[in-house]
């Protein structure tokens, strides 16, 4: 009696497949009208055939099988709907930004950054004085450049040309 039992399972599993089997490209197409998505319906149909073969004894106690795979199907289908609509609830906008922080470190961006400021730092002391007096007035003091040309005593052209020998010397540091 034990190995009946035990064989039964296969057999049962054996008819809901043959059954899935059957109708497969018409579950396919029912699926995908509700879910919309074609991979979505072969999940479900793939959902479909474990849910009916764990289920032991209700194959040959079901009077229309394939009604009941279709059902069994349409179930699974609308659970997925339900599932997906409850995870648009819960959106990244709605969560708060500390938890939305990576707080790990990485390491190698960080040597990296380091060393990249190292080299920017190198340069902008490798500058003339009046260079580094204009980038200092521009980036940290927020003057503009006709207020710097007025401090310095020196036409704003010669400033907006002095920044931009700042940036291709820091430039060439960087590449």
Not at 125 to 135: A, D, E, M, P, V
Request: hydrophobic fraction near 35%; aromatic fraction near 6%; include cysteine.
């Amino acid at each position: 009696m034990t190995v009946g039992q035990s064989a039964n399972p296969v057999r049962v599993e054996h008819c809901w497949s043959d059954v899935i089997e059957m109708q497969r490209s018409k579950l396919i197409v029912y699926l995908t009208s509700i879910l919309h998505c074609q991979y979505l319906a072969e999940d479900a149909l793939q959902e479909t055939f474990i849910r009916l073969s764990k289920m032991s004894e209700s194959f040959d106690t079901v009077s229309n099988q394939s009604a009941y795979c279709y059902q069994t199907a349409k179930n699974i289908a609308i659970d997925m709907l339900r599932k997906k609509s409850k995870e648009s609830w819960i959106s990244i906008e709605n969560a708060e930004p500390a938890q939305c922080i990576d707080t790990q470190i990485n390491i190698e961006e960080t040597l990296i950054e380091q060393s990249l400021n190292g080299r920017i730092m190198q340069a902008v002391s490798s500058l003339s004085k009046r260079h580094q007096n204009i980038l200092s007035l521009y980036k940290r003091g927020g003057y503009k450049q006709k207020d710097i040309a007025k401090i310095c005593a020196i036409s704003p052209t010669l400033v907006n040309f002095t920044l931009q020998e700042v940036v291709s010397t820091c430039q060439t540091v960087v590449v």
